[in-house]
Every structure is written in C-alpha cells, then in structure tokens.
C-alpha cells in the first residue's frame, strides 16, 4: 500500500535558521503531492502541492520538490519565524483523493 | 465563500455510546472524506464518500460508518465507542472530476473525547 515517512521531530531551530525537513514516499501510480501545517488546535492546512515529477510547489517562503527518482518531497525554507512554529505534514493523494499522510514533524521556531 | 464546516467542534461521550459528526463541504464540492487524527499522528482515512456511495474505506472496523445527502454533506456515525476512538476527527472535501491532483480542504474538526 500506499506510505509517507517524514523526519522524526520534533526540529527546534532558532528565527531566520535553514529549514528542511525531509519526506519520503511509496506509491504505486503517479501520485500528487502535498505538506500541510497544521497550528495549534487548528485543522490542517494545504501548505504546498506538487503534481507530477521535477514539480515544484512554493508557498510564503517554502518550497518542496517533487523528486520521482528518490520518491522524495523535502520541505524548505530558507530563513524560518517564530510565525512558522506548526505541525507539518507530508501526504500524497492518488486518483479518487484518498490521501496518506505522514505522521507529521513538530517545528519549534524560537527568537 | 464558506470552506469546510464541521460540527460539533468538541464533545464528550461515554464508553459504549454512539456519536454522530456532521461535516458540509466547501461550496462546489462533491466529494468527502473523513479522516480520524489521533493526538500525536498522522491523519488516518476513514472512509470517502461520493454521489451518496461510499467509495472506499480505509482500515476501520464496521462501528464507523457514514452518510452522504443530496446536498453533499455527510455525517460520520459511530458506535459502541471505546475509549480509543478519543480523537480529531476531520472531514475534507474535493472536487472529483479533478482527479488526483485536487486539493483536498480540510474542516476544523470535531474533537471526541470517551470517558
């Protein structure tokens, strides 16, 4: 079946720090992919997405790319706030939408 | 334009009752999927629903089921809770006609504690 497997956290960094954290995935077909944030009793949030291979979604400052030879989708961004402290989420969606996700990396940003 | 609407947004029940969440879709979408998130995990699948069928499932045992109406909104069912289903529960809607690549909006979700 379908998995998404992301960097344990939880990432403590401190503001304007390099951000990434990476994700993997198995998939049979050609899936779509997303990372999501989710805030502090919050429901999620499309961050990003990524439709086919060498696909790039950008979004206030991060970026991840879709990598079909190592089935990787890393999360970056170049200079973090303490705006961006949030639980992420990797997670591809297969043709009739179901999505599997990831079980999501904890990011701490402090001043 | 309304997103995802879910209700309630918290309850409590007791061991061995039944729950009913309701969930309406963004303006425009026909399809829905329900999604339980334990405290610290990832989002599981539940079950997704489309022209009031449901058409898949994820791996959750006969207690859950769901209903999808005319309008598209759905209500997940639950029976005979156990303490394990204490969860956030989210519903997420889509547009089927664009295939995979859809994005998926998710509601606030509904937060059930068993006591």
């Known amino acids: 079946g379908n998995s998404v497997t992301q960097m344990e956290g939880p990432v403590t960094l401190s503001e304007e720090a390099f951000l990434t954290i990476n994700c993997t995935y198995t998939a049979t077909g050609y899936p779509s992919l997303f990372w999501y944030v989710q805030y502090p009793g919050e429901g999620l949030q499309l961050l990003l997405k990524a439709t086919k291979a060498d696909d790039k979604g950008s979004n206030k400052g991060f970026e991840a790319t879709y990598r079909k030879e190592t089935t990787s989708f890393h999360l970056e961004k170049g200079s973090v706030q303490v705006s961006d402290s949030a639980v992420y989420f990797c997670?591809?969606?297969?043709?009739?939408?179901?999505?599997?996700f990831g079980d999501g990396t904890t990011l701490t940003v402090k001043p | 334009d309304a997103g995802v609407t879910q209700s309630p947004t918290h309850l409590i029940k007791t061991r061995g009752q039944q729950v009913t969440l309701r969930c309406s879709p963004k303006?425009?979408?026909?399809?829905v999927s329900w999604y339980q998130q334990a405290l610290g995990q990832g989002p599981q699948f539940i079950f997704q629903?489309?022209?009031?069928?449901?058409?898949q499932r994820g791996n959750f045992p006969d207690r859950f089921s769901g209903h999808q109406f005319p309008n598209y909104s759905s209500e997940l069912n639950v029976n005979a809770l156990l303490l394990g289903d204490s969860a956030l529960y989210l519903c997420?809607?889509?547009?089927?006609?664009?295939?995979?690549?859809?994005?998926?909006?998710f509601g606030e979700g509904s937060w059930l504690t068993v006591v």
């Open positions: 997670a591809l969606s297969v043709p009739a939408g179901k999505s599997t």
């Open positions: 997420a809607s889509s547009f089927a006609a664009t295939g995979a690549g859809n994005t998926i909006y």
């Open positions: 303006s425009g979408h026909d399809t």
């Open positions: 629903y489309y022209e009031e069928e449901e058409r």
